[in-house]
Structure formats: C-alpha cells, structure tokens
C-alpha cells in the first residue's frame, strides 16, 4: 500500500533528523578516537617522570596530564563534599518539612539558582574572592577552594531536586507504616524513607560529580591556570583537564602538545561516560525494584 | 523530642542557606558593579558600541553576539528535536525509540568543552575552507555546534511531552481512521505544546548560558555582527575574556552589566516555564 504524502514526509524528517544528529555526534567521538588513541602511553600522563615517583609525589611532573587529573580529582571531591550534605538537608526539608507558602517561595529560589549560567556562577565566585582579599588580608586569591565552593554552589539545585523528588515519589504505604509503628519523624527519614530513597538520590550525585568534572567556565574565572604543578594546599592555584583542553585549543605549540590536547578531551569524554553509565544502572536498579513492589 | 526539633532547624538552615546564593549571587554583582548604576551609565553601556581606544565601553555588540548565535542554535536544534522526538514517540516506538533516547541521554553528559574542541579542529577548518572567507571563527560555525549541544536538551523535554498526551486522545484518532502522521500533527502535537514550549524556554535559557562554544569557535571580535560569517561575541564569552583586566577600571565592571543581563535573563526563563505550570529543573 502506498503511504500517504504527509506520512511520508513526517517520517522522511524524524529518520533524517535521528540519523543528523547520531552522525554528529559519531563524528565528535571518532575524531577525537582517531586523533588521540595513538598517544595513550604513561608518558602521556607523567611525562618523563618515573610513575611510581610521581604517584608517591616525590617528583613532579612536567609536560604530562598528571596534575591536571589530579586538580580536577581534589576538586571534584572538595565540591561534591560541601555540596552533598547541603542539598541533602535541604532536599529533605522540601520532600519532609516544608508546607505552603515558605516551600514554594525557597523551590522559586533553587529553580533560578539552577538557570543561573556557570560563569556567572563563576563570576560570584570570583567577588567573593575578592570581598574576601578586601576585607580579611591580602592571603585570598582565586584558589582551588573558591573554585570547589563555586562549584558546589552550581550543584546544589541538582542536588536538591534529586533528592527532593526521590523522597517524595516514595509510595504512601511505606510512608506510613513506621510512623504507625511508633517511630518519630526523623525515624521515619533517617531508617525507612532515606534508604528506600537512596539509589535516586545517588544517581542524581554521580550526575553533579560528572558536572563538576566537566565545568570549564566557573573553574577559569577562579583560580584554574595553565601550568601550577600538583595543588599544593586549598588556597593555591591549579590545574584541571577541562581547562588544560581549553587552553591547548588556543594556544598549543607543537603537534606533540596537540596531541595531548586530544587525548586529554578523550580522557574526559570518557570519565563522564563512566559516570553517567554509573547513574543510568543504578536508576535501572530503581525501577526493577519498585516494579516488585506492585 | 529535642533531637526532632534540632533536625529539622538543621534541614530549614540548609534549605535558607541554599536559597540565599540566589540573591547573594545577584547582590554581589549590583555591589561591585555599583558605579554603573549612576547617572544612567548603565543605560548607556547597554546601547553603545565597544571601542575601548575612544574611551567606550558598551556592550551592545555582545548583547547582539549572544542574540545571534543562540537564536542560530535554537533554530537549528528545534526543527531536528522534534523530528527525533518525533521518531521516539510515532515513526519507531518500541526498541529503535528505547535506543535514540538513552543516546539522547548520553549526548547530555558529554563536556561541553569537548565539543568545543572538536569544533575548532574538525568544523572551523571545514567552514574556513568551503566558504572561502575568514578564518572560520564565526557565529555560524558556534551556532551549529551549540544547536547539537541543545538538542538532546530539547529532545528530552518533547518526547516526555509527547508521552504524556492522554493514550485515550490518541486510540480516539486512530479509531478514526487517522495515520499516524495524522495523529502527530493533529493530537499529539497541539496537546503537548506546554511541555514543547517548556523544553524551547529552558534550552533558549542554556544556549546563551552557554561559555565555552562561543568562545572557542565564534572568534570574539566586539562588533555586532552582520553575516553569519562575521565574527562575534557572546555576553557569557566577554566575561571570561575580560576578567584578566584591572579591577578598578570601566572596563572590567562592565562584565558585572554582562552578568546581571544573563542573570536577568535566565531568571525571566525560570519564570515562564514555572508559569507554564510545570515544576522541572532542567536536565542540566
């Protein structure tokens, strides 16, 4: 049977748009495996430095990826660490306290907060930097810390909502049951809804670990530069994959440099994959057990 | 009974606590922006052009930058999203659909930055050589990448919309004799225009927040541009390239106007899609 016009084109547009847009995106990923996978050796993370040396942090190393992995690890684990216990407090107070008006007003405030772009975060970070030179001694500069702060505060909205709507998406009758048995409220979150809770709300932090690996724009306006070396403490300067990626972009200087430059984009590509193939499992995990549930 | 109490003021601080970085982050910039806000300076540095040597520091170039390239995107990303979403929803449901979404979904993890790169390597050459003018750095070359970046965004928010609309509306058409070309553009579409505007408001909202692909790929020269072969440069760009600067200078507060705009802006786009009645946070 012959199809009519208008299903034709509808499904002439929607197979070529899907097969544009997987296309680029296979282009995007097979340049960046053609050009960098001949470049993956250890000297591509230590450079001439001794592995075992450099991991010990007896010797530094020049020329490979090394400390910006590690800048962009401390980093990672610095945000994530201020970021969690903040959202996860105030996640729970939106999904298990807050009524009416006050909730609605503060779900308002973590709704922009989560519109607002990165570098205006990052500009934020930035004053508060300097409010801090200002007004406290000249010892704050841009630093790994404003940084890991600035992108804690990036994160938190995620952070909120995720756990916000992973406790409230909870079914009645397990929210009912321990408070029927005697137990108090904070019983009630801390032994019976938190756990059930857990796999949406840890999905949803290996999510924001992801964007705290990935963000360029928040990190170049507080304190990321282009060679420092290890972090030496939270109040110095650093270095980090994305930016390294940024800054090879504009400013390589050989085609060996270039040649890091994609295989640290690939190195990147390939954590947040990991991540997001972390949190997809165990969303997965999510919904096959609230299926036994029914 | 004390415990109780104490938890939960913890849980409120928290919640205040998160709440306040939304008008911190505006107070600090009106703060240390505050010459601008004198004498209708504020109203001149939006309106005039960026000619430094003459003592000018508007940032109007930079308003028509970022205007440029993310309506470019935006009008590159919609038709494609919602032929994706399309496919998802009517033309392949069932495996094919399940696949294109977790790719969907994929596509929204991968750095920003990585596009960033390969467009300065694969796709400016490719623009520089078939147009044969300029160097390749150009608001449509960030345009087209920023659409990529967008879609999935995009595609998300419409499928979930389309999904949405009422089995019974769609069984209703089909026992009509409708084709499912038919049931798309006549049911499934018009019932879902809510969510489809929500995805086009907060993608709108990323790609003119959007740092890294104007700056790597749309060259940055401070003028309004009058082709899409014309270099420019976005608001979020002019942050990031003018922090270096001395702090004390006209020159540096004018990226505190830059923030309060884009701030201003996204806010207005929080407000929409709330208005819309839909209650989501973007998916990043």
Redesign the interface.
């Known amino acids: 049977m012959k199809q009519p016009p208008l299903d034709m084109f509808v499904r002439l547009v929607s197979w070529g748009s899907t097969l544009l847009l997987l296309a680029s995106v296979a282009t995007v990923i097979g340049f960046l495996l053609f050009k960098g996978y001949g470049s993956f050796d250890l000297k591509l993370v230590f450079g001439d430095t001794p592995p075992l040396e450099a991991l010990l942090l007896r010797r530094p190393v020049f020329g490979g990826l090394f400390p910006a992995m590690v800048g962009t690890l401390s980093l990672v684990v610095l945000a994530i660490s201020l970021a969690v216990p903040i959202g996860l407090a105030a996640g729970i107070y939106m999904a298990e306290y807050g009524r009416g008006r006050i909730q609605q007003a503060l779900g308002l405030f973590f709704d922009i907060l989560a519109g607002v772009p990165s570098i205006v975060v990052g500009l934020f970070g930035f004053s508060v930097a300097v409010f801090l030179h200002r007004h406290f001694g000249g010892r704050i500069y841009p630093c790994l810390l404003i940084s890991a702060l600035s992108l804690a505060f990036l994160v938190l909205p995620y952070l909120i909502r995720t756990t916000q709507n992973a406790l409230e998406a909870l079914p009645e009758a397990v929210r009912l049951t321990a408070p029927a048995l005697g137990a108090t409220r904070l019983q009630n979150i801390r032994f019976v809804l938190l756990p059930r809770a857990l796999p949406g709300i840890l999905s949803g932090a290996i999510l924001a670990i992801g964007r705290c690996a990935e963000d360029t724009a928040v990190i170049m306006l507080t304190g990321v530069v282009a060679t420092a070396g290890l972090p030496r403490s939270l109040f110095s300067s650093y270095e980090a994959l994305p930016f390294y990626i940024y800054y090879i972009s504009a400013q390589y200087r050989d085609s060996a440099e270039l040649a890091t430059g994609y295989a640290a984009a690939l190195i990147l590509l390939a954590i947040c994959a990991m991540l997001f193939a972390a949190a997809a499992l165990i969303k997965q995990r999510l919904g096959a057990r609230s299926h036994q549930r029914l | 009974?004390d415990?109780?109490r104490i938890?939960?003021k913890?849980?409120?601080?928290?919640?205040?606590?998160?709440?306040s970085?939304?008008?911190?982050?505006l107070a600090?910039?009106v703060i240390?922006g505050l010459p601008l806000f004198q004498g209708g300076l504020f109203l001149e540095i939006l309106t005039q052009p960026w000619l430094p040597g003459r003592q000018l520091f508007g940032v109007w170039p930079m308003i028509a930058g970022t205007l440029a390239i993310a309506s470019l995107a935006v009008a590159i990303a919609f038709?494609?999203?919602?032929?994706?979403s399309?496919?998802i929803a009517?033309?392949?449901p069932g495996r094919i659909a399940r696949l294109?979404k977790?790719?969907?979904?994929?596509?929204t993890?991968?750095?920003?930055?990585?596009?960033?790169?390969?467009g300065?390597?694969?796709l400016v050459p490719l623009v520089r050589e078939s147009l044969s003018r300029g160097s390749g750095l150009c608001v449509l070359s960030a345009a087209l990448v920023l659409g990529?970046l967008v879609?999935p965004t995009m595609i998300l928010f419409f499928s979930d919309a389309l999904a949405r609309v009422p089995r019974s509306h769609r069984i209703a058409a089909e026992a009509l004799g409708a084709?499912?070309?038919?049931v798309?553009?006549y049911v499934l579409i018009p019932g879902a225009w809510r969510g489809i505007v929500t995805g086009l408001v907060?993608s709108t909202?990323r790609a003119?927040?959007?740092?890294?692909i104007a700056?790597?790929l749309a060259g940055n020269a401070a003028q309004v541009p009058n082709s899409l072969l014309d270099s420019a440069r976005a608001l979020?760009a002019h942050?990031?390239l003018v922090?270096a600067s001395d702090?004390d200078s006209l020159e540096f507060k004018t990226?505190?106007a830059c923030?309060i705009l884009?701030?201003a802006f996204?806010?207005a786009?929080?407000?929409a899609?709330?208005r819309l009645g839909r209650?989501r946070?973007?998916a990043?």
């Open positions: 009974m415990g109780e938890a939960q913890v849980f409120l601080l928290a919640a205040v606590l998160s709440a970085v939304t008008v911190l982050l600090f910039m240390l038709p494609l999203s919602l032929g994706v399309s496919l009517v033309v392949a294109v977790s790719a969907v979904a994929f596509m993890g991968i750095p920003t930055v990585v596009y960033g790169f390969v300065v390597f694969l990529i879609a084709t499912p070309a038919q798309l553009i907060l909202g003119v927040g959007d740092t890294l700056l790597m979020t942050i990031a922090i702090f990226i505190f923030g884009l701030y996204t806010a786009a929080t407000l899609v709330r209650k946070t973007p990043r």
